[in-house]
């Protein structure tokens, strides 16, 4: 993405008409041709077929019309505005390291996708570990962290749709999803992305473990306490968040900041039920306040049920 390999352009006449536009018409137009509609599945430095087709995706062509506009594109939006997402940790920290830092920090949104993980090689699950601990110290810039290699990240997702075909035990896959929760801080959202086909699961409460590992007699039923202690301060107003859809379910904890001002600015409480007997709704939200008293009546005083602090 550096631009001193291409030289500045002596000859104005011959640029793009683009280049003519006003600067607001010419960032609007950048910035929906830098944003894909999907996630950049494990994106390279390399230059590779593969990697050239994201590259085309994410409209980086645009930066091929001519010089002018190599030289003064913004192309922070292509990080801000994407959600990478790598099935390795050597392909995020290869990638990662490979941008420029003022680059790297502009990546806001990754996703980690669980796919590849297995019990005959469990070097790749203990990788994640280690490179989701969140240290700032010499020892992890050496050995390599996603919050060094990604400084300004602001929403992290597990990708655990495929536990069907993951070949570990399912308290052991649940095990590694907590862990993988057990040292992240600092974010303003969390997504864990599980499949949950028919019927029968979609009565069940989005917080089960049985959407993201395949059972619900794991262990401990602590996914989302690990959520809200990796989202913001322990004193930041934050939300339980979930949505069904083509047989799968994203439950998030996100901070009200974010959730306002970046996904639903028409967010109007949380969901309600009759009693803890009914099922929770196929899509909706819960204060933490209405996630700890998920099994009884009690009402949910929302305005102190955002904070956990304040509903004790």
């Known amino acids: 993405m550096s631009s001193s390999t291409v030289a500045y352009p002596n000859n104005l006449q011959t640029q793009s008409r683009l280049v003519q536009l006003p600067q607001e018409i010419k960032s609007l137009i950048f910035n929906l041709c830098f944003t894909t509609?999907?996630?950049?599945?494990?994106?390279?430095?390399?230059?590779?077929?593969?990697?050239?087709?994201?590259?085309?995706?994410?409209?980086?062509?645009?930066?091929?019309?001519?010089r002018t506009l190599y030289h003064e594109t913004d192309r922070r939006s292509l990080f801000t505005q994407n959600t990478f997402r790598f099935r390795t940790v050597d392909g995020a920290s290869t990638f990662l390291?490979?941008?420029?830092?003022?680059?790297?920090?502009?990546?806001?949104?990754?996703?980690?996708?669980?796919?590849?993980?297995?019990?005959?090689?469990?070097?790749?699950?203990?990788?994640?570990l280690h490179y989701l601990a969140w240290g700032n110290g010499q020892w992890d810039k050496a050995l390599g962290?996603?919050?060094?290699?990604?400084?300004g990240l602001k929403c992290l997702r597990l990708n655990f749709e495929s536990w069907p075909k993951i070949a570990m035990k399912r308290a052991e896959l649940w095990n590694q999803l907590r862990n993988m929760l057990s040292k992240v801080e600092g974010l303003e959202r969390v997504v864990v992305k599980g499949a949950s086909k028919g019927t029968a699961m979609a009565k069940r409460a989005p917080f089960s473990p049985l959407h993201f590992v395949g059972g619900?007699?794991?262990?401990?039923?602590?996914?989302?306490?690990?959520?809200?202690?990796?989202?913001?301060?322990?004193?930041?107003?934050?939300?339980?968040?979930?949505?069904r859809q083509d047989g799968k379910l994203e439950l998030e904890v996100v901070s009200m900041s974010h959730l306002l001002e970046h996904l639903d600015p028409y967010w109007y409480?949380?969901?309600?039920?009759?009693?803890?007997?009914?099922?929770?709704?196929?899509?909706?939200?819960?204060?933490?306040?209405?996630?700890e008293n998920r099994d009884s009546d009690v009402t949910d005083p929302t305005t102190k049920g955002l904070n956990p602090s304040a509903a004790e």
Not at 145 to 151: E, I, W, Y
Not at 224 to 242: D, H, L, T
């Open 269 to 291: 409480g949380p969901s309600v039920r009759r009693s803890h007997t009914h099922p929770w709704p196929e899509n909706g939200s819960c204060t933490w306040f209405g996630y």
């Open 216 to 243: 619900d007699d794991v262990g401990f039923d602590d996914l989302v306490p690990r959520m809200w202690s990796a989202v913001g301060a322990a004193n930041e107003s934050k939300i339980v968040r979930w949505a």
């Open 97 to 128: 390291r490979s941008l420029d830092p003022v680059h790297s920090a502009c990546i806001y949104d990754i996703e980690i996708d669980a796919q590849s993980m297995q019990a005959n090689h469990p070097g790749l699950a203990r990788e994640w």
């Open 145 to 151: 962290s996603l919050h060094v290699d990604a400084p």
């Open 37 to 66: 509609d999907g996630a950049v599945v494990d994106p390279s430095p390399n230059k590779s077929p593969a990697n050239g087709h994201v590259a085309r995706r994410m409209g980086v062509n645009l930066l091929q019309t001519c």
